[in-house]
Nanobody, 115 residues
Framework: QVQLVESGGGLVQPGGSLRLSCLAS????????MAWYRQAPGKQRELVAT???????NYADSVKGRFTISRDNTKKMVYLQMNSLKPEDTAVYYC?????????WGQGTQVTVSS
């Protein structure tokens, strides 16, 4: 049974930093493409960043240069380092796994950027 559990969300001031973590259970983690999505109130869920088995990364234009996705296959963890946070980054952030076949979502963690 695959599960994803996010942590690390919270309230931060504009310009601040947070690191989100996602702990995965199940076999074959190192082969999965992992991603972070976010959903702001009243908006559709959007892709933030992806990292594949070869550690190739891809980012939404809105977070390039500010966010960094990484993975630790030994610990079955995926991270999202978020720097220079803006109020528009406020959203629920979800961890996502492309299991091929199938997909899995975490329960989400709230990030609020506000002074």
């Amino acid at each position: 049974q695959v599960q994803l559990v996010e942590s690390g969300g919270g309230l931060v001031q504009p310009g601040g930093s947070l690191r989100l973590s996602c702990l995965a259970s199940g076999s074959f983690f190192s082969s999965w493409t992992m991603a972070w999505y976010r959903q702001a109130p009243g908006k559709q869920r959007e892709l933030v960043a992806t990292i594949n088995r070869g550690r190739y990364t891809n980012y939404a234009d809105s977070v390039k240069g500010r966010f960094t996705i990484s993975r630790d296959n030994t610990k079955k963890m995926v991270y999202l380092q978020m720097n220079s946070l803006k109020p528009e980054d406020t959203a629920v952030y979800y961890c996502y796994a492309d299991l091929r076949p199938g997909t899995m979502w975490g329960q989400g963690t709230q990030v609020t950027v506000s002074s």
